[in-house]
Every structure is written in C-alpha cells, then in structure tokens.
C-alpha cells in the first residue's frame, strides 16, 4: 500500500502536468512512481527526464540496459519494478532462466557472454556497495567504449534511484 496518496491526473502539482500527458501518450498510463512524485512539480519534471534519457535516448541495446535494470531491481527486492521490467526483459529477449540468475549466479552463469556478465556484477556491486570494484570497472572497460559503461552506469544509478523513491513510498503496480 502507498505510504502517501497518489497525485492522480488532474490533482498532479504545478508544473508536472506535461509529464503525465507524455507518459499517457507513450504508455497509456501515468505509472504509480511517478504518481508518488507527482505532489511536486520539478521532482515530477526531473523524474520525467531521467525516464526519457532511459527509454528513448541510451544507444545501449535493449537486452543490455535490462539486464542491467534488473539486475539492481532483483536485488533491492522491488516487485514495482520488477512488473514492469521483467516483461521488457523478455522482449528484449531475455528468457525466465536468464532473469531468475541476475545476481550472483549470473556472474559466471553460461547463460549469458563475458560481457553480459561483467554488466551483471557491476550492476550487483554498484547496488550493494554504491561503488564497484576495481576489477569489475576493468572488466566493463575489456567488453565496452566509455559511452557504453556511462549508459550502463547511469541504467544502474537510475534503477537503484528509482526504487528508493518506490519502496520509501510503498509503490504498487498498476491495475
């Protein structure tokens, strides 16, 4: 249950209205996450931003910043987010076996490629220390350019800043 009301479409603060239309527009819904945020208006716009950056501007691939995503989700325990991101998952291509090991079974899991699973514990340490070690960065830096490991970064930064807002706030699912 929400720890705070929802700031439904049309009781949105000042200012967050532009972002509820897009997120209607593009999705057909206004998610509850953003809904938590929706009370203040550049706490809404800054959120709305981020989301854009991770969904229509990355150059990574789909499978990857998923993988990263949830990997970060699996391990904050976000069911919010995990509703919403396993499905994307297996569109990027991700099948059930894959997504159970993003963890620790995924560092060295057949199952996905060396570079897949450099993501996966860079994703794994980043959320669990706030910083990944110095292997894992070399790692990352053996399989992708430095745009690829700042997108990747920023898909992790954005999943674990996402769900903190989400779980404080007793985020549910849609519908």
Do not use: W
């Amino acid at each position: 249950m929400a720890k705070i009301p929802y700031a439904e479409e049309g009781h949105e603060a000042q200012g967050a209205g532009a972002v509820y239309t897009q997120f209607k527009e593009g999705l057909g819904v206004v998610p509850n996450v953003m809904k938590l945020v929706g009370h203040s208006g550049p706490a809404t716009q800054a959120m709305g931003s981020v989301l854009d950056a991770y969904f229509n501007q990355l150059s990574i691939d789909a499978k990857l910043r998923e993988i990263a995503y949830l990997t970060v989700a699996r391990y904050n325990g976000c069911a919010y987010c995990q509703g919403h991101h396993v499905p994307a998952g297996k569109q990027a291509g991700l099948t059930d076996g894959q997504i159970e090991q993003l963890g620790e079974a995924g560092f060295t899991s057949s199952d996905f490629t060396e570079a897949e699973q450099a993501v996966i514990r860079f994703a794994y340490e980043s959320s669990r220390d706030v910083a990944a070690s110095d292997q894992t960065i070399e790692a990352l830096k053996r399989h992708y350019d430095n745009k690829a490991i700042a997108e990747i970064t920023y898909v992790v930064a954005t999943g674990n800043f996402i769900q903190r807002i989400g779980k404080n706030l007793g985020v549910e699912l849609e519908g």
